[in-house]
């Protein structure tokens, strides 16, 4: 059997257990994995916060939490421009 094949088969095995783990958890916990900052309780719990949020609030500008129109975000780190638009 030729290695490019084996490599080939490899890679579809290991694509197969990803899709395989991802609908167990899906099925056993019942919704999808919560991996969005702004909405994942306990990384806000942890105070963890996403990294347009935390330069903001070092340089001093809008932070993500003002939802204000001129800050380009709208509480979700995912809405945040970093380039201030």
Same mark, same amino acid.
């Given at each position: 059997m030729p290695s490019w094949l084996i490599l080939l088969l490899c890679a579809v095995a290991a694509v197969g257990l990803f899709v395989l783990g991802m609908s #167990?958890? #899906?099925?056993?916990? /019942? &919704? &999808?994995?919560?991996s969005e900052i702004s909405t994942n309780k306990n990384m806000q719990r942890l105070g963890i916060k996403c990294a347009v949020q935390e330069t903001r609030e070092e340089d001093g500008t809008a +932070? *993500? $939490?003002? +939802? @204000?129109? #001129? $800050? /380009? *975000? @709208? /509480?979700? *780190? /995912? +809405?945040?421009?970093i380039e201030h638009k």
């Amino acid at each position: 059997m030729p290695s490019w094949l084996i490599l080939l088969l490899c890679a579809v095995a290991a694509v197969g257990l990803f899709v395989l783990g991802m609908s #167990l958890t #899906l099925m056993i916990k /019942g &919704h &999808h994995i919560d991996s969005e900052i702004s909405t994942n309780k306990n990384m806000q719990r942890l105070g963890i916060k996403c990294a347009v949020q935390e330069t903001r609030e070092e340089d001093g500008t809008a +932070a *993500c $939490s003002d +939802a @204000s129109p #001129l $800050s /380009g *975000c @709208s /509480g979700n *780190c /995912g +809405a945040c421009d970093i380039e201030h638009k």
